[in-house]
């Protein structure tokens, strides 16, 4: 079945320690994103990307990182840098479309980020 | 600016009895606008769309939504409530691909 794959389900970071979230889809989207969703509200955007080797940065993109050095692929690492990283985050993906709306994206099953 | 305000931030209803969530939204444009799902630890799950075709929208579950630009409103709607129906419920502005908005959120409870 295709889908989007994000491992792990629960991670813990140790102060000072970067980590990354691996997400993988074989849905073959071209648009890949990345969501922080904190209890009580609604996704922010940290980074998306529309192709591979480029990405933009969304609404909180400071103290984390992305790339994506292949289509299915687009890893996200919460850097020392970010004070509040305990989360819910999701990785979503769609197709392009015109004019790059109206596309709906497709989600995977997120990964939980505590604080040791 | 956008903006997405789903009014309740929690909907409680009895097994059997209509559910209604209610979402509003402000763009400057003309909005794709769409209603997703989330069981808890979950992903976020689509259950409909609207993209300036019909104005009434059904999708799955059992769920619609009806798209009324004069109230810039775009509320969800289900006949007869399930259990399985109890979940977290956002609605969705997206404009481009750096302009997607999602509300806050409703929560709705299913009262066997």
């Known amino acids: 079945d295709g889908g989007i794959t994000q491992s792990p389900k629960y991670l813990f970071r140790k102060e000072g320690q970067n980590v990354t979230l691996s997400c993988e889809q074989n849905?073959?989207?071209?648009?890949m994103y990345w969501y922080r969703q904190d209890p009580g509200q609604g996704l922010r955007l940290i980074y998306y990307s529309q192709i591979v080797n480029d990405f933009q940065k969304g609404d909180i993109a400071e103290g984390y990182s992305v790339s994506r050095e292949k289509k299915e692929s687009f890893p996200l690492t919460v850097t020392s840098a970010q004070k509040n990283p305990t989360a819910f985050y999701l990785c979503?993906?769609?197709?392009?479309?015109?004019?790059?709306?109206?596309?709906?994206?497709?989600f995977g099953d997120g990964t939980r980020l505590s604080i040791l | 600016a956008q903006s997405v305000t789903q009014l309740d931030s929690h909907v409680s209803v009895s097994e059997g009895t209509p559910v209604l969530l209610r979402c509003n939204y402000s763009s400057s444009y003309s909005p794709s606008l769409f209603w997703y799902v989330q069981h808890p630890n979950k992903g976020l799950q689509l259950l409909l769309k609207?993209?300036?075709?019909?104005?009434l929208v059904k999708g799955i579950n059992g769920f619609e939504a009806e798209f009324k630009k004069s109230e810039t409103s775009f509320h969800l709607t289900k006949p007869s409530a399930h259990m399985s129906d109890a979940a977290e419920y956002f609605c969705?502005?997206?404009?481009?691909?750096?302009?997607?908005?999602f509300g806050p959120g409703t929560s709705l409870s299913v009262i066997p």
């Open positions: 979503a993906s769609s197709i392009l479309g015109p004019g790059g709306r109206n596309q709906p994206q497709h």
């Open positions: 849905l073959n989207h071209d648009a």
């Open positions: 609207y993209t300036s075709a019909a104005t």
């Open positions: 969705v502005v997206w404009t481009s691909y750096d302009k997607v908005i």
